[in-house]
C-alpha cells in the first residue's frame, strides 16, 4: 500500500534549492488507483518521487476525476501560484531523499494522520536546511542580510522569530480541539492530541506528542508520546531519543502526573506521579517501600519502566528517591481542559 501523497506550494532560494513546502491536505494510504492516475499523469515511474510541476502537469492534474482526495479542485487553486509547485508520492516508507518529501512526513504527523514512531524519519535533519523563520516567510541564510537591507531601503523591517530546520507546526497545520498558547515552542511534525492544552512554557518538538486531554507546561522532547489524561507540571521535563535517551522510546502512560520542574529519563507506565523537582534517569537507585511505608529493597529506575501505579518521591530527610504504589488515578479538571 502506498503511504501518501502530497501536492503542496513551497519556498525555493535563488539557486533553486527548496526550503520548505506547504501541503494543505496530505493523502494518507491513498488507493492504488488514484497513484496510478497521479503517475500516468505526471509521468512518474513506480516508487518514491519528487517532482516540481510546470503549468501543463497541474493543468493534468485538475482534470483528474477524483473528488474524494479533492486533488483536482487543488490542483486548479494551485495553477495561479507564483511560488513553486511540488508532487511527492511515497510508495514505500524508506529513508527520504528530498526536503519535499520530508516536509510531507512531518505534515502527517501534526494532521494526526501517523503517530510517533509511525513514520521513517531516518535522515532529516540533512535534508532540512536551517532557515532563517521570518515576518516575511522562510529565507535562506546565505540571502538573509541582501533582504534585510532590501527591507529597509523601502521602509520597512524583517523580523527573524528563529532561526531553525524546523518551523512551527501552526503556520503550517492548527489540529482541531487544541489550545496553544505560544505556537512558537510547538515544532512541525508534533502530534496534538484532541483535548491537549499547551501552555506557554510548554514545549513539544517533533515526532512527539499527546494522544489527548493533557495539560502540557513542560517538555515533550522527540520521541516520546504522552497518553491520554496525562499532565506534565511547569518547568517538568522528557528525555528524548536523541538527547541522552539512546534507543530508549521514553512515554508516559494514561492518567499520570510529572510534577513541575520534575523528570523522566525512563516510560512510565499508567496512574504514575513523579514528585515535583525530581528528576529520574533509568541508573536512579529507587528504595522501594511496601504499604507500611518500609523500606523492601533498592532497584534502579529502569527495572521500574512501564509499570504502573508507581509514586515516586524524595524523602526530604535522607535525600533517597522512594517509590510507593499510587493506586489514585490523576483526576484532571475537566473545565481547565475543555477546548471548545
Not at 546565505?142 to 527573524?160: C, F, H, M, T, Y
Not at 499532565?231 to 522510546?249: A, F, P, Q
Request: aromatic share 4%; net charge negative; glycine share 10%.
Amino acid at each position: 500500500m502506498t503511504v501518501a501523497f502530497g501536492l503542496g506550494v513551497g519556498t525555493q532560494n535563488s539557486a533553486g534549492e527548496w526550503l520548505e513546502v506547504y501541503y494543505p491536505a496530505p493523502c494518507f494510504q491513498p488507493e492504488a488507483s488514484f497513484i496510478s492516475s497521479i503517475q500516468d499523469a505526471l509521468g512518474l515511474a513506480t516508487g518514491n518521487s519528487t517532482i516540481e510541476l510546470n503549468a501543463q502537469q497541474l493543468d493534468k492534474l485538475s482534470q483528474l476525476d477524483n473528488k474524494t482526495l479533492n486533488i483536482s479542485e487543488l490542483a486548479e487553486q494551485l495553477k495561479s501560484s507564483s511560488k513553486p509547485i511540488v508532487a511527492v508520492v511515497i510508495e514505500s516508507d524508506d529513508t527520504a531523499t528530498s526536503t519535499p518529501e520530508v516536509y510531507l512526513k512531518l505534515h502527517l504527523l501534526s494532521h494526526r494522520l501517523v503517530k510517533p514512531h509511525g513514520i521513517n524519519l531516518d535522515g532529516i535533519f540533512g535534508l532540512l536546511p536551517n532557515i532563517a523563520w521570518t515576518n516575511k516567510g522562510p529565507i535562506d541564510l546565505n540571502e538573509l542580510p541582501a533582504k534585510q537591507l532590501e527591507a529597509r531601503l523601502s521602509g520597512e523591517i524583517i523580523e527573524v522569530k528563529s532561526v531553525d530546520k524546523f518551523p512551527q507546526m501552526t503556520d503550517y497545520v492548527v489540529p482541531s480541539g487544541v489550545r496553544i498558547a505560544d505556537a512558537s515552542r510547538v515544532r512541525l511534525g508534533a502530534y496534538i492530541g484532541t483535548g491537549t492544552t499547551i501552555m506557554h512554557e510548554g514545549f513539544v518538538n517533533f515526532n512527539a506528542g499527546t494522544e489527548g486531554t493533557s495539560m502540557i507546561e513542560g517538555r515533550i522532547s522527540a520521541g516520546v508520546m504522552v497518553g491520554k489524561g496525562s499532565d506534565l507540571g511547569g518547568g517538568c521535563s522528557t528525555m528524548g531519543t536523541l538527547s541522552g535517551g539512546g534507543n530508549i522510546i521514553i512515554e508516559v502512560g494514561e492518567n499520570s502526573l510529572i510534577g513541575a520542574n520534575a523528570g523522566i529519563g525512563i516510560p512510565l507506565g499508567d496512574r504514575c506521579t513523579v514528585e515535583s523537582g525530581l528528576y529520574i534517569t533509568a541508573g536512579t537507585k529507587v528504595v522501594m517501600l511496601d504499604s507500611n511505608n518500609q523500606k523492601v529493597e533498592t532497584v534502579k529506575a529502569r527495572e521500574l519502566a512501564n509499570q504502573a501505579d508507581l509514586l515516586f518521591r524524595r524523602n526530604s530527610s535522607n535525600g533517597q528517591v522512594e517509590c510507593l504504589t499510587n493506586k489514585t488515578a490523576v483526576e484532571l479538571n475537566e473545565a481547565l481542559h475543555a477546548n471548545n
